[in-house]
């Protein structure tokens, strides 16, 4: 068989194998209006820790005491141990306030660029020119 064919055989398969990866990947300012921060003030009710982003769920109660779902995406688990999170960062009870972007088409989430814990320890979630906005 001729080597070049082989080659480039392979390379299209290779090609071909990693383009769903590509594709999936997304900006930020795609899925969530940048220009419209939201601040969340709940209690979380469950935590997804998995590749490639974190969701963090919480129950936000309104000032007419009726109580909304949100949904929160975070950056990716491997993005956020280096910013000091680990995985019993946030458990399902504790109180916090969401600081993010408001998604496009969903009201009821956003991505979080910061969570404040109840002791006033602030974990960040974006990048560093993210959090200058």
Known sequence: MNF?????????????AASPALLAHHSVGA???V????????????????????????????SDGLSAEYQCEGSSPNSLRRR??????????DRVVITGLQA?????TCYAR??????????????????ER
């Open 35 to 62: 220009d419209s921060t939201v601040n969340l003030e709940g209690t979380v009710t469950k935590v997804e820790w998995f590749n490639p982003h974190i969701w963090v769920y919480l129950s936000v109660e309104s």
């Open 31 to 33: 899925e969530f209006d």
């Open 104 to 108: 496009r088409l969903d009201p009821y």
């Open 84 to 93: 000091g999170w680990t995985r019993d960062s946030l458990r399902p009870g």
């Open 114 to 131: 910061a969570v404040r814990l109840a002791d006033g320890t602030r974990l960040f979630s974006g990048s560093a020119s993210e959090l």
């Open 4 to 16: 070049f064919r082989v080659h480039t055989t392979l390379v299209g398969v290779c090609l071909f």
